[in-house]
């Protein structure tokens, strides 16, 4: 059984002419005229005394006649000044080359079968396939997602398999949504069954033992107009047995005093037991509960009874439950919990913390294999289930490794190994060898050994030490008039690791740096260095952010005009935090899919959730904190801003459009001098998980051109 966060903790040309304050001016960019003007309104809102003026509260309603002409009008304003860039054919030409290369995902055993999802190259959707033989050339299809929509805009969004291996529940979005609609399949011929679950979000299923039937999570049906906007509480955990209605699913557990708990089921490999994991937010702190199968009247007993640490489910031997945790253990460990004696005092140590981060870990052929991370980039260990060191798997670099997950009777898994400059190849892993051979490795249009990466680290505004990537052509070295690209997140306990791109290669190509910082906020480091990130110190992540680009630019490895800056989602935020607190510091700013308004982000959807990160502006003095550092409140008018390219979706229902729109609005009207300020309003997309390969081509070819443009990039392919 692999260990995973639970799926509700979660809850991207010519030469310029330099301007006086160091930021370049593209050609011809739009003038202040051109940008449409925005429904507007005389809203005023009082944060504990506090008067805070939102004159763009009308772009919160994403389906009013207003926003919609605002949306259009500025897709047009943004693609007449793409349309411009001589060297934007080109670069999607690239992109499409680059892209068009076999990607696989990494396989799992389920009864006789292997099951993995395989792209040929440019198929919007992968296709999962399944075979009896890994050397199989002719793999049968189990499921196309590319043939439930003419544009590639429904996505599979998760798969569950029954303990047999002959039943498959799968997740399905359409355009992008977080909203999923569950079905199920046999997989022998391929062919649906007629079960049909809708209004499920943040969820997985978990078959029980015999095969009848699965446990998942459900909200309730929103009101009609709300789906996309409407804040997602009470949701329940069911029980679907195959074949009958989903009106007749069976409730196994639900806390209405509680509108923010969220519930995971997940089945023991025995068949035994649920599990049943409580969240109330994105931090990774849970209630654990179990249920009893073999009794028909169990109802479900507390394990845990608070929201103080994380206990991520791993394995059971029977009424032995291992679990990770980091309580007492801020970068993670194993421990073991015997349910007929739950108390704390009765718990033991397995596998104590180590100087590195514990990621993840799984019991597979009898042996805890776990995934570390020293500097944000992968180690592979093992461990006897006494918790006794085993050995290492030996990973080919300085990258990012994943998967080896199973079951305890499996003798074989597989994982994924990926890093900046070398694609996602995966390898077959003998537990009882400890032999690991390629299974799949792709063949890209270009040859890695051309390029490298190094990690270096840099002070940041408090004297922390901030850790970060450089990836380029070999034997670049530092030179002011190179141009960078700096992308972070800093956030909800994710960390950032290298991984492949086909979009960073062609930037490299193009005579690029790539830097990717490490900052505070994200989990590469542990729980500390999450803390160290979040609610009243959230402006530590901002400082790391401002300091590796003060050091990018001080050990001349760029210049302002030659620096672009990009984060997405938290990193949205990121990204409109440091350009308001430090304008003249960056030549070009991408916001993607931001959180804008720090002020009301918690009435939108799933928004709520980050609260555990964020704060909240209902709290006097998380108030005074987040409205210090709110991108949307803190642009300036009169202020000069870099070159800006705002990216977000109309079905964006994670973090939703007007935050995007309130913040391109805002600071169009705001900007001082001619840099552009442009925003690219994706259609029947979301929030970027499932997107079609033609939409990402699309989008990376619009990104690099406006930077190309912007920034004086010369390609140098």
């Known amino acids: ?48 005394g506090t008067k805070v003026p939102d004159p763009y509260r009308p772009l919160e309603d994403p389906d009013s006649e207003e926003t919609r002409a605002w949306v259009e009008a500025e897709n047009k304003v943004t693609y007449d000044f793409l349309d411009t860039i001589a060297e934007r054919p080109a670069i999607k030409e690239r992109l499409t080359k680059l892209w068009d290369y076999e990607k696989f995902g990494i396989p799992s055993k389920q009864g006789d079968r292997y099951i993995y999802s395989r792209n040929s190259g440019l198929q919007n959707q992968s296709v999962l396939y399944k075979t009896t033989k890994l050397d199989d050339a002719d793999p049968a299809v189990l499921i196309d997602p590319n043939t439930l929509s003419t544009d590639g805009t429904v996505a599979l969004a998760g798969v569950s398999f029954s303990d047999d291996g002959n039943l498959m529940a799968y997740g399905i979005a359409t355009a992008g949504s977080d ?15 007629p079960d049909v679950l809708k209004w499920i979000k943040f969820s997985s299923a978990s078959w029980t033992k015999d095969g009848k039937g699965f446990y998942y999570g459900r909200f309730p049906e929103p009101k009609p107009g709300d789906d996309l906007k409407g804040a997602n509480y009470h ?79 791993i394995d059971n031997d029977g ?175 994710i960390s950032i690791t290298p991984g492949f791109s086909p979009s960073t290669l062609a930037w490299m190509e193009m005579g690029g740096l790539y830097a990717v910082a490490n900052l505070r906020g994200g989990g590469e480091y542990g729980e500390e260095w999450h803390q160290g990130g979040t609610k009243l110190k959230k402006q530590n992540v901002f400082d790391d952010f401002i300091a590796a680009a003060e050091w990018l630019i001080a050990e001349k490895w760029t210049s302002t005009p030659k620096l672009a800056i990009e984060g997405r989602s938290n990193g949205g935020l990121l990204i ?69 390219f705002v990216i977000t979706a109309d079905h964006d229902d994670r973090v939703v459009p007007a935050h995007s729109f309130k913040f391109a609005a805002t600071l169009q009207a705001a900007q001082s001098c001619d840099n552009p300020v442009l ?23 619009d990104k690099w051109a406006f930077l190309v443009k912007v920034l004086g990039v010369k390609p140098e392919q």
């Open 1 to 48: 059984m692999m260990m995973q966060r639970p799926p509700f903790a979660a809850i991207f040309v010519g030469a310029a002419l330099v301007m006086s304050n160091g930021h370049p001016q593209a050609a011809e960019p739009p003038r202040a005229t051109d940008y449409p003007p925005a429904p507007k309104s005389d809203t005023v809102d009082d944060y504990h």
């Open 679 to 701: 925003i690219r309003i994706e259609t029947k997309a979301g929030h970027g998980a499932g997107k079609p390969t033609a939409k990402v081509i699309d989008e990376a070819a």
């Open 576 to 644: 409109g935090a440091c350009m308001t607190q430090r304008p003249d510091l960056y030549g070009a700013c991408v916001p993607g899919v931001g959180v804008m308004d720090m002020l009301r982000f918690h009435k939108f959807t799933i928004g709520w959730a980050w609260i555990d990160d964020y704060g909240s502006s209902d709290d006097p003095e998380e108030f005074q904190a987040l409205y210090k550092y709110s991108p949307l409140h803190n642009i300036k008018p009169g202020t000069c801003y870099p070159p800006t």
């Open 235 to 313: 949701q329940k955990l069911y029980y679907h047995a195959l074949g009958t209605p989903q009106s007749d699913d069976t409730l196994i557990y639900e806390r209405p005093d509680q509108k923010e708990w969220q519930f995971s089921g997940t089945v023991t490999d025995d068949g035994k037991y649920l599990v049943i994991t409580v969240g109330k937010g994105t931090d990774d702190k849970f209630r654990i509960l179990y249920q009893d199968l073999t009794d028909a009247d169990a109802k479900p007993i507390e394990i845990i009874g608070n929201f103080d640490y994380e206990y991520s489910f």
């Open 179 to 193: 909203w999923n609609e569950w079905r199920v399949r046999d997989v022998a011929t391929s062919k649906d069954l």
């Open 319 to 493: 009424p032995l439950f291992w679990f990770k945790t980091n309580n007492g253990a801020p970068r993670g460990k194993v421990i073991a919990i015997d349910v007929r004696q739950p108390d704390a005092k009765h718990w033991k140590e397995v596998i104590p913390e180590a100087a590195e981060t514990l990621e993840g870990i799984d019991v597979v052929g009898g042996k805890f294999l776990a995934l570390y991370l020293k500097d944000a980039h992968s180690q592979a260990r093992v461990f006897k289930t006494d918790g006794t060191p085993a050995g290492e798997i030996d990973l080919p670099g300085l990258g990012t490794a994943s998967g080896l997950g199973g079951k305890a009777s499996d003798t074989e898994t597989f994982y994924a190994f990926t890093s900046y400059t070398r694609p996602t190849t995966i390898y077959r892993y003998e537990v009882a060898s400890g032999k690991s051979d390629v299974f799949k490795s792709p063949k890209v249009d270009f040859n890695p050994d051309d390029y490298e990466t190094t990690q270096v680290f840099y002070p940041s505004k408090d004297g922390t030490k901030i850790p970060m990537f450089l990836s380029h052509k070999k034997g670049m070295t530092p030179d002011p008039a190179t141009p960078c690209f700096l992308y972070a997140y800093g956030g909800f306990n």
